[in-house]
C-alpha cells in the first residue's frame, strides 16, 4: 500500500516535471536562442530569394537592382529584401549592418557592434556573436561575400566607400536587436 503511495507521487512528480519542463525551459529559452532562432530564419528567407526567387526571375528576365520600384522588369536586391522584411517587425529589429557600408544608416549603431562586427571578420568559424548592450540584447549573424557578384556590386556602387571586396570577405552581418 506504502509502496503503491509512494509510486503513485513519483509518478505525479515525473508526469508533472514532464508537462511542467517544456513550459520551463520555453519560459528560460535565452535571449541568446532566441537571438540566434531570428537570425538562422531571416538568413535562411534571404537564401531562398536570393537562390530560388532570384535566379527563377532572372530566366523571365527580372533582375534584382536597386531601383527596383522604378524598372517593371526588377525586383529588390536581397539586401533590400531583408531591410524591407525588418522595416515590417514592430516587436524587434532586424536589419543588416557592415562597417564600410554602402548607406551610412547600415553602420553599426555601437561601439559593441562595431567590434562584434571585427570580431567576425577576425574569427570567420565563429559565424554568429551575441551580447548584451545597454537594454538590448544583439545578434550578428556574418554576412560573407559567397559570390564574386557581391564584391562587384559593392566595390563599383557610387556610395560605397570600400571598393576592394574580395569573394570571401565579411561584408557585415544580419542584425537582430531586442528589448530586454
Ligand atoms: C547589385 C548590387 C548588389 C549585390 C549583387 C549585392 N549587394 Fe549588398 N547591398 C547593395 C546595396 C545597394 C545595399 C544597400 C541597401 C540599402 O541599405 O538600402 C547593400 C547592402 C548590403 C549590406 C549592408 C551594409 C552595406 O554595405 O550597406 C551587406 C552586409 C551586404 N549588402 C552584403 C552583400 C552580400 C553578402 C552580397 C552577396 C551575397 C551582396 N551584398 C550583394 C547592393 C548589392
Known amino acids: ?49 536570393a537562390k530560388d526567387i532570384v535566379e527563377e526571375a532572372k530566366r523571365g528576365g527580372v533582375k534584382p537592382a536597386e531601383n527596383w520600384k522604378d524598372n517593371e522588369h526588377a525586383i529588390m536586391l536581397p539586401a533590400q529584401f531583408i531591410k524591407a522584411a525588418g522595416a515590417e517587425i514592430k516587436d524587434f529589429e532586424l536589419s543588416l549592418i557592415g562597417l564600410t557600408p554602402i548607406y551610412k544608416s547600415n553602420l553599426p549603431k555601437t561601439k559593441a557592434e562595431a567590434d562584434a562586427l571585427k570580431k567576425l571578420a577576425a574569427q570567420p568559424d565563429l559565424k554568429v556573436v551575441t551580447f548584451a548592450d545597454g ?46
Not at 508533472?16 to 535571449?31: G, N, R
Not at 561575400?145 to 562587384?152: E, F, K, T, V
Not at 563599383?156 to 530586454?180: E, Q
Open 135 to 180: 537594454d538590448q540584447f544583439k545578434g550578428l549573424s556574418a554576412d560573407f561575400a559567397i559570390a564574386q557578384g557581391c564584391a562587384d556590386c559593392h566595390n563599383t556602387h557610387p556610395s560605397s566607400p570600400k571598393k576592394d571586396f574580395k569573394k570571401g570577405d565579411l561584408m557585415g552581418a544580419v542584425v537582430v536587436r531586442l528589448h530586454k
Open 1 to 49: 500500500m506504502k509502496y503503491a503511495i509512494r509510486i503513485k507521487a513519483s509518478v505525479a512528480v515525473l508526469v508533472t516535471l514532464a508537462i511542467v519542463t517544456p513550459f520551463v525551459s520555453a519560459a528560460d529559452l535565452s535571449q541568446d536562442q532566441v537571438v540566434r532562432y531570428l537570425l538562422a530564419t531571416a538568413k535562411a528567407f534571404r537564401s531562398v530569394y
